[in-house]
């Protein structure tokens, strides 16, 4: 019975004038995550509502995969649109839907009527009593419960009525493309996919950058980021996806500076590069997938460091999230097994047995000068050989 979706929508509610660009957004985050599916859709909104509808037989459940993907959406509601035919007609459709829905009557219900066309002859009140006395005298052997019902029967008065009882969760969020974008560095490990999960989340497109060593990183671990890159794509839409062969920088900087300091001189030229192609693509901002402490690079004198070789801000959404919850968000998201795979990546093969923890810049950047001779072609030569990828669901 139910060829729509009633979808709701959180913040955007809250814009003023431009809360309409935020609407359309979704809109079109909509249609774009409906598009590969066997049937047509129409997206329609009416005031402070959105709607999506078929006229074609399609797959409920592969529907409601698709929009829970999609974020700015914070409630599906599996619905029934009808034209208005008149109080009995209504009835006669929500009795039949309930029955449709709900095989084993047994729960208890209230009726939730909204009347946002107020020209229709009852009343919010009397709908409900009205409803509910027609579903009563259909199954007896429902209760009704105003204070704490098992079913809410949820019926809008509009140009066309709609009613549902389902809310399926959303995303949240806002819609992608509503806030820029920002250059993702993705690893093969758990946190960076969850970054980029969570700045998609408040509406910025991603591109990304992955450091790949060759011959002492596999293609295994190349394809295990692009495939990372495809389950975050499935909510944060198409992403440019820049692989940098970071071999020659990485031996470099091994044979010239000193062992303790290579992870942190390592992690300042991958944000050069990055902050290079970023500005190349337009973007606004680096995203990582730091937090504060967790490994030696992560302290904050090691963080202040990396910085330090930027001009565009980084944004660390993780920064006070500790392990166990960011292993969490990303079971949520569906890259955590991914994550996990056993494929090496560049940042942990050139790993010191004694990282320095507290590095200080001035000391960091005069190691670098042992670097001057060559460094700087290196970094062209890797730009230059970067394969960049369009990655997709």
């Known amino acids: 019975m139910e060829k729509a979706f009633l979808i709701k929508y959180g913040e955007i509610a809250l814009k003023g004038k431009n809360r309409r660009t935020f609407e359309e957004s979704l809109v079109k985050q909509i249609q774009f995550a409906l598009k590969d599916m066997d049937a047509e859709f129409e997206v329609t909104r009416p005031t402070g509502r959105i709607f999506v509808e078929s006229k074609d037989e399609f797959d409920v459940d592969e529907a409601l995969e698709a929009l ?12 029934v649109l009808t034209e208005d035919k008149g109080f009995d007609e209504l009835a006669k459709e929500v009795v039949a839907y309930v029955d449709h829905v709900y095989p084993d009557k047994h729960f208890t219900f209230k009726v939730d009527s909204r009347r946002a066309r107020k020209n229709y002859p009852m009343n919010s009140m009397e709908l409900n009593a009205a409803i509910g006395e027609k579903l009563l005298e259909a199954f007896p052997e429902m209760k009704v419960d ?4 098992e079913v809410m029967i949820h019926v809008e008065i509009r140009e066309r009525i709609n009613f549902y ?16 974008s920002a250059m993702l560095l993705l690893s093969g490990g ?3 996919p969850v970054a980029g999960y969570m700045i998609a989340k408040r509406g910025v497109t991603l591109d990304a950058t992955y450091f790949h060593a060759p011959p002492y990183t596999s293609e295994r671990a190349k394809q295990k980021v692009v495939d990372l890159a495809k389950q975050v794509s499935k909510y944060a839409g198409p992403i440019r996806l820049h692989v940098v062969n970071f071999t020659d920088i990485q031996l470099y900087i091994y044979e010239q500076c000193p062992h ?14 990055a902050e290079h192609f970023a500005y190349e693509d337009g973007d606004l901002g680096l995203i990582t997938g730091e937090s504060i402490g967790q490994v030696a690079s992560q302290t904050m004198q090691s963080l202040e460091c990396t910085n330090a070789v930027c001009t565009l801000p980084v944004y660390r959404p993780l920064i006070g999230f500790d392990k166990q919850e960011i292993i969490e968000r990303s079971e949520k998201i569906g890259t955590y097994e991914t994550s996990i795979l056993p494929y090496e990546d560049c940042c942990t ?3 010191a047995k004694h990282p320095v923890t507290k590095p200080r810049r001035s000391v960091i950047e005069n190691s670098e000068k042992k670097l001057a001779e060559k460094i700087d072609e290196l970094v062209d030569v890797a730009i230059n050989t970067t394969e960049t990828l369009m990655v997709t669901p």
Do not use: W
């Open 68 to 79: 829970q993907h999609v974020f700015g959406i914070v409630a599906i509601c599996p619905a």
């Open 146 to 149: 105003v204070h704490n019902p």
């Open 165 to 180: 009882c389902k809310e399926i969760p959303g995303p949240g969020g806002m819609p992608v493309g509503t806030n820029g």
């Open 190 to 192: 758990i946190d960076s």
């Open 260 to 273: 303790e300091e290579l992870t942190i001189i390592m992690r300042r030229y991958m944000m050069k590069i």
């Open 349 to 351: 093969i050139f790993v």
